[in-house]
């Protein structure tokens, strides 16, 4: 897939802010052009209302209106840029003053909405603009009529034409400085994913052992993990390399010895035979040894239980068959719905050699306890041996580090016991056993969700 088109959460985040700000930028711009707009509708349009006598005067020259001399003597309805109109419920025009003759609106009362509440623009048939407003409704003769006050509105619109502009100016420059802080902001932002990007691929090529620790609260948990990750995978690829160091030197070693045993020819041929035979089994051992302790890791991190009863059971009759010359009584003391947090192939591989180290050195009884203690699952396997002395109770677990010399043996299978404790969390030691032998003791966390 070519990556250039895959999605980037940077251009996500910042695509979805830039939208959320021109739509409140828009809403914006709508809601100030509608109150200067209604700001100047009003202020084109206060001086109206107190044109009415002027008007009224003009419908009294008229003949329209009577009796109304008293109360407009004073009043000089000669000259005003106002004009009125008289219009009927058919939206006829029943009488126009001489300002509204001389514009052309003998047919204005058809282009006059139903209603009008407050001051409204309307288009005349001459396509100019006029403001009009509804002074009032009587009726006469059971006829409806409608008197309108008009004022010429091309001084209002080129008014608002000039705030639409203005208002889209400054509208428009503030989205390109909010564009531009946004964009600074989201370098800055984003620079702990650049950083942990870089210190990633650094890790990578070697570079670098793990991540910083100085990463923004929000990304402590992805570094902290990562660098889990980092160690397990650090410690899996040294597993491998020691691994497979230790298998070539070993290796080298047991040729050497073949080879020396080769250019023996004073050896009988059966006994060159066993020994070609003993060192083929010990390089055999030594392969298993090392792909097992190389896998380790990975298993360890597998999550699973085991019932342990069926497979101390099947382990206790295996080694009273190859121990058959020994009378060895294996005491059990555990639930038999007792279940292990290793997965089976883990716990037959520390079971088997604890177990047949025990078989080996006991002489008569062997005790194999489990139970839960607190937050822990402890093991104890015991047996009436000779024991393991004060200063090998360590060294012990270490590869290639033998208690007994006497017998034949590589050292490898406390130490894969070892690892494999380590893997899940546990520690495995050695002490003085209540039957006066060794006491194999493991302790496990006890992961009840698991």
Known sequence: MNLAILPRLRHRVMITSIAIIALITSALAWVINELYSQSYMAAYSTDLVAQMPLVVAQ???????????????????SATDYMSVLCDRNDNTIWLSDEAKAAGLTSI???????????????????ESYIAY???????????????????????????????NRTALYLGLFVLIAVAFLIAAFHWSFQPLRKLATQLNQVTDAKREQLDSDFPTELQDVTQSLNRLIRISNDKTARYRHAMDDLAHSLKTRLA???????????????????????????????????????????????????????????????????NTKQVTLKRQYS????????????MELLGNLLENAFRFCISEIRFSAAQQQEKLIIRIEDDGPGVSDDMREAIFQRGIRADQRNPGQGIGLSVCHDIVTCYGGRIYVEKASIEGAAFVIELPDDKNS
């Not at 009362?109 to 396509?127: E, F, G, I, R, Y």
């Not at 010990?282 to 597998?302: E, I, P």
């Open 336 to 347: 038999t719905s007792l279940c292990l947090p290793l997965n089976r192939t883990d716990l």
């Open 109 to 127: 009362c058809s282009s006059l909405p139903d209603a009008m509440q407050t001051p409204t623009l309307v288009k005349a048939d001459n396509t």
């Open 134 to 164: 509804d002074i009032s409704r009587d009726r006469e003769n059971g006829n409806a009529y409608q008197l309108v006050v008009l004022r010429s509105g091309t001084a209002y619109e080129q008014s608002l034409s000039r705030l639409h």
């Open 59 to 77: 419908l009294n020259r008229a003949g329209l209106i009577k009796d109304v001399d008293k109360w407009i003597d004073s009043l000089d309805p």
């Open 257 to 323: 010895a073949a080879n020396a045993l080769l250019d023996d020819h004073s050896l009988p041929r059966c006994d060159l035979n066993q020994r070609m035979l003993e060192q083929i089994s010990q390089m055999d051992d030594l392969v298993q040894y090392q792909l097992k302790r190389a896998l380790m890791g990975q298993q360890g991190l597998q999550k699973d239980k085991t019932l342990l009863n069926p497979v101390v059971e099947s382990f206790e009759r295996m080694l009273k068959k190859i121990y």
